[in-house]
């Protein structure tokens, strides 16, 4: 396979090529509140707070982290000092790295009675996501500092829980196999572990870059709904436990992250090439949405895509049983792209293509939106954290479009 970071580097030479002269509308710099702007349904276009973690412009197709392109953390970065970047607001030191990762190994390890509980629940019948929502529940029972909510405590079990969901998802995965569970070890890297706890084998070196470059991709991405879910439940004093449990519940859906799952299984159904067009036809005319496609903020192509795109590619050589899926999602991306992308600005997501690398890396479907939990639980967490230091709680209203003076009638005259 070509050099992955030759790869992202195209693609982010393509990024600039492609990017659009069309000014996006002012989402950077000072803001004082109240502020005013224009507010659609699903809080379109609401500013909830202010961030220094992240950047999205959905006009041009950029995303920084804490100033950094992704395109560069894609390129240099790994998911642990993505994840301490995003956390502390600085790339790390040599001897800060080191620290934080010796506390990504110390706490990395799953607890039997989380095990335990993983196995007392219908697991072969039960959303990978569902389990892993559950389990840092539980998690959260056995942890004695769960209800200190200050911005350190908070901090640490931030870190916890970053250092766990590899393992965590792990052994969902493997116990969906009737597999037993097997405990991170030695050296391995967060991308590491969450392959070696899924597969039980060591993991070699081009999957595990692989793994990283995925971690990193999905990590961060401005109040994305499972962001904002975690962030609201944090607001409120709940603790980080419970709120990443609800961000794990947001995530989920097949509007945001469940996505990644729903659009391999459209591209099965579709089946072969030929059938593209009709599939199409249909779905359009169904008023079906096509998943992994469109977004709430880019209205120019996901820069993740961008990169996930040509690392499908570059995998199909070595990996015949993806080539073919995959050829289906270009034809229908081209369609797609065609009829929409001029007038509605429908384009790839990141859902669209990472399906395709997890698939040729052997991973079960399932197991793709677990994997994105692995990763936006840095997000999540340095996003709450970040609003906690000056928390207020969230609490938007609604108009009410209901009567007003309706008169109570007893049960039995109605
Ligand atoms: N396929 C076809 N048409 C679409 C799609 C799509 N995937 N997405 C949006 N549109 C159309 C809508 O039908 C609508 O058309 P209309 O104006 O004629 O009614 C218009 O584009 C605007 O769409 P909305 O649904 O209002 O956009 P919204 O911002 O509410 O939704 C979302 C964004 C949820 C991502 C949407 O594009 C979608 O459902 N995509 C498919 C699911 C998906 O891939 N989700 C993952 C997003 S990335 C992430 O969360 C990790």
Known sequence: MQEIRDLVRAAAEKARQETSEEPEPKFTGTVEFPVDCAVGRGLEGAIATDTKIGYVNGTKGWLVYRGYEIFDLAQFSTFEETSYLLLYGKLPTSSELAAFDKKLKEYRNVPASVIQVLKEMPIKDTHP??????????????????????????????????????????????LRKGQEPVQPKGDHTLAQTLLYTMTGKEPDEL????????????????????????????????????SVVA?????????????NEQVLYTLEEIGSEG???????????EKRKIMGMGHRVYKAYDPRARILGPLAAALCEDHPEVAEIYKIAVKLEKIVTDQLGAEKKIFPNVDYY??????????????????????RVSGWTARALEYLETNRIFRPRAIYTGPVAAEYVPIEKR
């Not at 990590?219 to 436990?241: I, P, Q």
């Open 275 to 285: 059938n593209v067009e009709p599939w199409y036809e249909k779905a359009r005319a």
């Open 207 to 242: 999957n595990a870059r692989l793994m990283d470059i995925n971690l990193i991709l999905h990590a961060d991405h401005g109040m994305n709904a499972s962001t904002f879910t975690t962030m609201v439940c944090n607001s409120s004093l709940s603790d980080m436990y419970g």
């Open 247 to 259: 961000g794990i519940a947001s995530l989920k859906g097949p509007l945001h992250g469940g996505a």
């Open 354 to 375: 990472s399906g395709i690398v997890y698939r040729a890396m052997g991973i079960e479907t399932a197991m793709f939106t677990p994997i994105f939990a692995v990763s």
């Open 129 to 174: 996501m569902s389990a892993l929502r559950t389990a840092v529940s539980f998690l959260g029972n056995l942890d004695g500092t769960a209800d200190d909510t200050s911005v350190e405590a908070e901090r640490e079990v931030s870190i916890k829980l970053i250092a766990l969901f590899p393992a965590l998802a792990g052994a969902v995965a493997r």
